[in-house]
C-alpha cells in the first residue's frame, strides 16, 4: 500500500449486483480505486455473508491479493431489519448475532472499519426505551470489536436519530470507548445542519472514515454529483483543515435494472471518481501527497 495516498474506495453497490466478486474487484481497479466496502445489508442474501466458511473467506483474500484492491471497511446495515433498539427481543438477540458474526467475518477478512447504522430502530418508533437498548447493544459490540482489533464507527445517517456529529457524539461518550467512532456521510449531514463544516470540527478527534455522497433537501440516495446542494469543496477545506487523512468512500447505486458490462461499470465509477478528486483538490486535497 502507498503511504503517499489518500485511500479512495467505492461502495459494493455502486458495483451491479450481477457481477461476480472477482468482477467487482477488476472494474474496481480499472476505474483507479484502492479499496471496495463491503455491503452487509438488511437482505437474506447478504446477511448470509456472515456465514461464510474457510473457502469463501479464501477465495475472497486471493482477489484482494490479486488485484491489490483492499477491503477497507464493511458498511453493516443488517441492523435496519434486526436493530439493537427493537423492542422485540427476538430481533434484537439477532441484533447481537449479527454483531458478533460481522466482527468475526471483519476479523477474518482483515476489514478494519464496520460501519453500524445510526438508528436505534427503523420500521418501529423509537422512543426512551428504545435508545436505552440501542446503547446497551452498542457497549456489547464494543467489548466483541475490541477483543478482535476491529474498529466501529457510527455512520452519519438520513434520519434525524444521529443525523449529525454532535448527535453521535452523545452516543460516543455514553460508551467511552476509543473503539467506538465516527463515520460521518457528507450528504446525510449536509441535509440535518445548517453548518456541516463545524460539524466535521466537533468530531476531529473520532472521524475515522468519510463518506462521499450528494443529496438534495429531501433526497438521500441516488443523486448525481454535481446535481444536488452539498458544498464538496467547503467540507473538503474543513477536512484539510482539521488534518483528516484517512480513507474516502465514494458512496453511489448502480442501477440494477439494465444489464452492465464491465466497461460500462468502470466508465460509470470512474467519472464519479475523477468527479470527487476534483473537488478534493479544489478543496486542498491531493490524492498523491508529498511525503
Known amino acids: 500500500m502507498d503511504l503517499n495516498?489518500?485511500?479512495?474506495?467505492?461502495?459494493?453497490?455502486?458495483?451491479?449486483?450481477?457481477?461476480?466478486?472477482?468482477?467487482?474487484?477488476?472494474?474496481?481497479?480499472?476505474?483507479?480505486?484502492?479499496?471496495?466496502?463491503?455491503?452487509?445489508?438488511?437482505?437474506?442474501?447478504?446477511?448470509?455473508?456472515?456465514?461464510?466458511?474457510?473457502e469463501e473467506k479464501e477465495k475472497f483474500l486471493n482477489f484482494v491479493n490479486n488485484y491489490e484492491v483492499k477491503c477497507f471497511s464493511m458498511c453493516l446495515s443488517g441492523h435496519r431489519r434486526f436493530p439493537f433498539g427493537s423492542k422485540d427481543p427476538v430481533k434484537r438477540e439477532?441484533?447481537?448475532?449479527?454483531?458478533?458474526?460481522?466482527?468475526?467475518?471483519?476479523?477474518?477478512?482483515?476489514?478494519?472499519?464496520?460501519?453500524?447504522?445510526?438508528?436505534?430502530?427503523?420500521?418501529?418508533?423509537?422512543?426512551?426505551?428504545t435508545k436505552k437498548l440501542f446503547i446497551e447493544g452498542l457497549r456489547h459490540a464494543v467489548k466483541w470489536a475490541s477483543r478482535a482489533s476491529v474498529m466501529l464507527a457510527i455512520e452519519i445517517m438520513d434520519t434525524e436519530f444521529i443525523g449529525t456529529i454532535t448527535r453521535a457524539n452523545q452516543y460516543i461518550d455514553l460508551v467511552n470507548s476509543p473503539w467506538l467512532k465516527i463515520y460521518p456521510d457528507l450528504g446525510n449531514l449536509s441535509r440535518w445542519t445548517n453548518n456541516p463544516s463545524k460539524e466535521l470540527?466537533?468530531?476531529?478527534?473520532?472521524?475515522?472514515?468519510?463518506?462521499?455522497?450528494?443529496?438534495?433537501?429531501?433526497?438521500?440516495?441516488?443523486?448525481?454529483?454535481?446535481?444536488?446542494?452539498?458544498?464538496?469543496?467547503?467540507?473538503?477545506?474543513?477536512?484539510?483543515?482539521?488534518?483528516?487523512?484517512?480513507?474516502?468512500?465514494?458512496?453511489?447505486?448502480?442501477?440494477?435494472?439494465?444489464s452492465y458490462t464491465k466497461e460500462e461499470a468502470i466508465q460509470e465509477i470512474e467519472t464519479a471518481r475523477k468527479w470527487a478528486l476534483s473537488q478534493m483538490d479544489q478543496g486542498g486535497y491531493k490524492y498523491v501527497r508529498a511525503t
Open 94 to 129: 439477532e441484533a447481537y448475532n449479527i454483531m458478533k458474526k460481522a466482527i468475526k467475518l471483519a476479523s477474518d477478512l482483515n476489514i478494519r472499519v464496520i460501519q453500524l447504522a445510526g438508528y436505534d430502530v427503523y420500521y418501529e418508533e423509537s422512543d426512551g426505551e
Open 201 to 258: 470540527e466537533l468530531g476531529k478527534e473520532h472521524i475515522v472514515a468519510i463518506h462521499i455522497k450528494d443529496t438534495k433537501p429531501g433526497i438521500f440516495k441516488c443523486v448525481p454529483f454535481g446535481q444536488g446542494t452539498v458544498e464538496f469543496v467547503d467540507l473538503f477545506k474543513t477536512l484539510q483543515k482539521i488534518d483528516y487523512n484517512g480513507p474516502f468512500l465514494i458512496e453511489m447505486w448502480a442501477d440494477n435494472n439494465k
Open 5 to 54: 495516498k489518500i485511500p479512495i474506495g467505492i461502495y459494493e453497490k455502486a458495483l451491479p449486483n450481477t457481477f461476480s466478486w472477482e468482477e467487482k474487484f477488476i472494474v474496481a481497479k480499472s476505474a483507479g480505486f484502492d479499496f471496495i466496502e463491503m455491503s452487509i445489508d438488511e437482505s437474506d442474501e447478504r446477511l448470509k455473508r456472515l456465514d461464510w466458511g474457510k
